[in-house]
């Protein structure tokens, strides 16, 4: 009888997701049932949690992470004799209402109305629109093609950059190198790229450089992926228009770091799509009923890869 143990700071409400669905011969356990929770064969939960209980998870056969970023168990000296899944195909309506949320409130000048407002100063100018503009998606996955989906909704053009298929229809032109093309005459650029080798600061002075001084740059991927000091460089010479991350380097960002006083940066903290247990459990529910088929898992992660 296949064991799932749940490793999460929702465990009660995956629990009832889950219990919910009556898959046959599963039984859950937790971490609480001591000796017999080490002898799952399942895991579903948060990537670091479950990397402390790696070593004694001596049945281990597949984790499901809740999360699309699994980079705590891709530490090369970590074991890697299981299936690792990720959350993927549940993000891209989130991130697309943030990304969207922010360039209409850029266009229409939204926080500049507030100010003009506060200070009772009747502000009668145009505002912008997205139509017509043309965004730039650094990865091109199942979020990347929501965006440009959004995007084409309001009839922008779309960029894509990535180095694996070109499966979205709402892309207009794809580019699989020469990142300083791809980003020449972009009035967004938006990150959507994985945590990997070769995207570790790929974001750095050179880009920043080649951008139009009028563009904004937002960061939903990966922090890793920006040279933040090249980064606040650009922001403070006001070589581009500002940025709104959602991802850094290392969080929570310390206090001491530029970013919290740079100008033209907007920050939020890992909120864009957050990880919603009705969606988590579906995702899992699927991956159950192919594993008790012996059928390939969904969204299964490439160690070497890294996604």
Same mark, same amino acid.
């Given at each position: 009888?296949?064991?799932?143990?749940?490793?999460?700071?929702?465990?009660?409400?995956?629990?009832?997701?889950?219990?919910?669905?009556?898959?046959?011969?599963?039984?859950?356990?937790? @971490?609480?049932?001591?000796?017999? *929770?080490? &002898?799952?064969? #399942?895991?579903?939960?948060?990537? =670091?949690?479950?990397? %402390? +209980?790696?070593?004694?998870?001596?049945?281990?056969?597949?984790?499901?992470?809740?999360?699309?970023?699994?980079?705590?168990?891709?530490?090369?000296?970590?074991?890697?004799?299981?299936?690792?899944?990720?959350?993927?195909?549940?993000?891209?309506?989130?991130?697309?209402?943030? @990304?969207?949320?922010?360039?209409? *409130?850029? &266009?229409?000048? #939204?926080?500049?109305?507030?100010? =003009?407002?506060?200070? %009772? +100063?009747?502000?009668?100018?145009?505002?912008?629109?997205?139509?017509?503009?043309?965004?730039?998606?650094?990865?091109?996955?199942?979020?990347?093609?929501?965006?440009?989906?959004?995007?084409?909704?309001?009839?922008?053009?779309?960029?894509?950059?990535?180095?694996?298929?070109?499966?979205?229809?709402?892309?207009?032109?794809?580019?699989?190198?020469?990142?300083?093309?791809?980003?020449?005459?972009?009035?967004?650029?938006?990150?959507?790229?994985?945590?990997?080798?070769?995207?570790?600061?790929?974001?750095?002075?050179?880009?920043?450089?080649?951008?139009?001084?009028?563009?904004?740059?937002?960061?939903?991927?990966?922090?890793?992926?920006?040279?933040?000091?090249?980064?606040?460089?650009?922001?403070?010479?006001?070589?581009?228009?500002?940025?709104?991350?959602?991802?850094?380097?290392?969080?929570?960002?310390?206090?001491?770091?530029?970013?919290?006083?740079?100008?033209?940066?907007?920050?939020?903290?890992?909120?864009?799509?957050?990880?919603?247990?009705?969606?988590?459990?579906?995702?899992?529910?699927?991956?159950?009923?192919?594993?008790?088929?012996?059928?390939?898992?969904?969204?299964?992660?490439?160690?070497?890869?890294?996604?």
């Amino acid at each position: 009888m296949p064991k799932l143990l749940i490793l999460t700071q929702k465990t009660d409400e995956y629990e009832s997701l889950i219990r919910a669905e009556n898959l046959p011969d599963l039984e859950i356990l937790f @971490i609480q049932d001591s000796k017999r *929770a080490y &002898e799952c064969d #399942i895991v579903l939960g948060e990537p =670091a949690r479950i990397r %402390k +209980h790696l070593p004694t998870l001596k049945n281990l056969r597949w984790v499901q992470s809740i999360w699309a970023g699994i980079e705590p168990l891709l530490s090369p000296n970590l074991r890697r004799d299981y299936t690792l899944t990720n959350a993927r195909g549940v993000f891209g309506e989130l991130m697309s209402e943030y @990304i969207f949320g922010y360039l209409l *409130a850029h &266009e229409r000048r #939204i926080f500049a109305l507030r100010q =003009a407002q506060n200070k %009772k +100063h009747w502000d009668g100018r145009n505002n912008g629109s997205l139509r017509g503009k043309t965004i730039g998606l650094l990865g091109v996955g199942s979020i990347g093609a929501e965006v440009a989906k959004t995007a084409k909704y309001f009839k922008m053009t779309v960029r894509g950059y990535t180095h694996s298929s070109e499966s979205s229809p709402d892309v207009d032109v794809y580019f699989h190198d020469n990142l300083l093309e791809f980003v020449d005459g972009l009035d967004y650029l938006v990150n959507i790229l994985p945590n990997t080798a070769s995207t570790n600061k790929l974001l750095g002075a050179a880009v920043f450089e080649a951008l139009p001084a009028h563009a904004l740059f937002i960061n939903v991927g990966r922090g890793s992926a920006v040279d933040e000091k090249a980064l606040e460089e650009a922001l403070v010479q006001e070589k581009i228009a500002g940025a709104i991350l959602d991802v850094f380097s290392e969080e929570p960002l310390p206090k001491g770091h530029p970013f919290w006083t740079t100008p033209n940066l907007l920050m939020t903290f890992h909120t864009s799509a957050p990880s919603l247990p009705v969606n988590i459990a579906n995702l899992f529910i699927e991956n159950y009923q192919r594993y008790l088929k012996g059928d390939e898992l969904n969204y299964r992660v490439d160690f070497e890869r890294g996604y």
